[in-house]
C-alpha cells in the first residue's frame, strides 16, 4: 500500500473562476445607490405619501424607477431617468418646502418617467447615493413650461 502525503497530491489549479475574480472599477462604472434617509413621507400639499402613491397604483412604477437607476451606468440614468439641477430650485419654480436637516454641498434633482410625463421624485445626489426627499406626482418641484407654449 502506498501512503499519499500532503507533499505528494496535485496543487489546486492557481487560477480563480470568472465568478469569483474581483472586477476591476473604471471611471465609466459609476452607479447611483438609492437611500430615503431625507425622504418627507407626508400628505401635506404640494407632497404625497407613499401610502397615497400605494393607493393610486404608483408604487410599481417607482420600484421600477428605483431599480433602473440603481442597476445602470450613472451616464445611461442621467439621459433617461435623472436630471440633475444643482442648487434648490427657487419659489417660481418650486412649491416645496426645502427641508432644514439636509447635508451641504448637495446636487438637487428629479426622477423622472414614472408611469407617466407628470409624476417626479424629488431629492438630491450627495457622494453616488441618491437621496429622495419629495413624491410629486404631479410636477410641482422644478416646474418648468409645456413646450410648444
Do not use: C
Not at 437611500?35 to 400639499?45: A, L, P, Q
Not at 418650486?94 to 451641504?104: C, I, K, T, V
Request: net charge positive; aromatic share 10%; charged share 30%.
Amino acid at each position: 500500500e502506498i501512503k499519499v502525503g500532503k507533499r505528494d497530491r496535485p496543487l489546486k489549479s492557481p487560477q480563480r473562476n470568472v465568478d469569483t475574480k474581483a472586477q476591476k472599477s473604471t471611471a465609466k462604472d459609476n452607479f447611483y445607490s438609492i437611500s430615503f434617509k431625507y425622504f418627507k413621507d407626508t400628505d401635506i400639499d404640494p407632497a404625497q405619501s407613499i401610502n397615497t402613491w400605494k393607493a393610486e397604483d404608483r408604487i410599481l412604477d417607482m420600484l421600477l424607477a428605483l431599480k433602473d437607476i440603481s442597476s445602470n451606468n450613472a451616464t445611461i440614468v442621467q439621459t433617461s431617468r435623472l436630471t440633475l439641477y444643482g442648487e434648490y430650485p427657487s419659489k417660481d419654480k418650486n412649491e416645496f418646502p426645502l427641508p432644514a436637516d439636509l447635508p451641504s454641498e448637495i446636487k438637487w434633482g428629479t426622477i423622472q418617467n414614472i408611469g407617466g410625463q407628470k409624476a417626479r421624485i424629488a431629492g438630491f445626489l450627495k457622494d453616488s447615493i441618491f437621496y429622495l426627499v419629495y413624491l410629486d406626482k404631479n410636477h410641482r418641484f422644478w416646474i418648468t413650461k409645456p413646450k410648444n407654449s
